[in-house]
């Protein structure tokens, strides 16, 4: 009765409660399970440990990381009372708020070990010769040299691959302390063909007509004014030059307002379609990127090309923007 009693102490915690059910989906380190929970790094490891010396939650060390997952009774087919309950208590939640924010963050860390160019060490990821960097470094041979501006560039890490296949980029951040993690990162990698500079998305550091793709990855939903930061973009591009847009597909997440600083949840394709067609763009294309089932957060993929002058004709305009000619029916 003592072990039952001190078992049920350790789950009056809701903080405890939490981490059993997000450990119930998968396996987690540390810093997964902080990112997910919203928790101090020091707190997350001390409820970690009571779990564990309860038998709740065990250790898995692989390739220098550290996972926690259940306990084998509790993952298992023959599952005990225990958590037949839990399990019961975890349905009932699910559509609460806090529930389903733990669900948006969990499943943004499962689309990170996905997508990551890093496989975050777990050999289920590690397939030898494939990886989405190779994938994206061998698109930049087919491409000419550009100059290339990475506008809210954060700590760099799309930055420098663009580096690996254009002439020059130029990353642009207003956060000093980003800006100078960013520098190291290319020191540390030994890219030259980039230089930082600080900026808003509102009046970017850059002269007129200056480079020939202006990327906005997951930025343009920071903006206090989208539309100017669109416009801000475009001024940059020469004639021909092409904006490329990866940003969240409109979504009901409104914690990541505090926690992030999102100034809009996301864009519909119709929005993202009209800012850069209001930008004065041509030939605007817009795409899903990768998508997946109980995931809130789906990234949209924008594009369009900047005009030196309005087009006279059909044949003026870039390919993919051309109109259809009617075919005449004989």
Not at 82 to 107: C, H, I, K, P, Y
Not at 115 to 122: I, K, P
Request: hydrophobic residues 40%.
């Amino acid at each position: 009765m003592a072990h039952v009693a001190s078992i049920f102490k350790l789950l009056a915690d809701p903080m405890r409660l939490r981490l059993l059910r997000v450990l119930r989906q998968d396996r987690f380190n540390v810093s997964e399970l902080t990112a997910i929970l919203g928790l101090a790094q020091s707190g997350v490891s001390r409820h970690l440990g009571l779990l564990k010396e309860a038998a709740l939650v065990v250790e898995q060390r692989e390739a220098g990381f550290v996972y926690y997952r259940l306990a084998e009774d509790a993952s298992g087919d023959s599952r005990s009372p225990l958590w037949e309950l839990l399990d019961l208590q975890f349905a009932s939640t699910r559509d609460g708020r806090a529930v389903r924010e733990d669900n948006a963050r969990l499943q943004e860390i499962l689309r990170h070990r996905k997508e990551s160019f890093d496989t975050q060490g777990d050999p289920r990821q590690l397939v030898p010769g494939r990886s989405w960097a190779a994938w994206a470094r061998a698109l930049g041979h087919l491409l000419p040299p550009l100059d290339v501006a990475d506008i809210g560039c954060g700590e760099g890490y799309l930055t420098l691959e663009a580096a690996r296949w254009a002439r020059t980029v130029t990353g642009i951040d207003r956060s000093d302390d980003v800006l100078e993690r960013a520098k190291s990162l290319a020191a540390r990698r030994d890219i030259r063909n980039v230089e930082w500079k600080k900026g808003d998305l509102a009046r970017l550091p850059l002269r007129d007509a200056s480079v020939d793709v202006a990327l906005l990855s997951q930025a343009l939903h920071h903006a206090s004014d989208p539309e100017r930061a669109i416009g801000e973009a475009v001024r940059i591009l020469r004639p021909g030059g092409r904006l490329l847009v990866l940003d969240l597909k409109q979504h009901e997440q409104a914690w990541v307002r505090a926690r992030y600083g999102h100034q809009r949840l996301g864009f519909s394709q119709s929005e993202l379609e009209a800012l850069l067609q209001g930008g004065g763009l041509v030939g605007v294309r817009i795409t899903t990127g990768s998508r997946k089932a109980g995931d809130p957060f789906t990234v949209l993929i924008a594009s369009g090309v900047k005009l030196d002058q309005l087009p006279t004709s059909n044949s003026q305009l870039p390919r993919e923007a051309r109109v259809p000619r009617a075919r005449t029916q004989r």
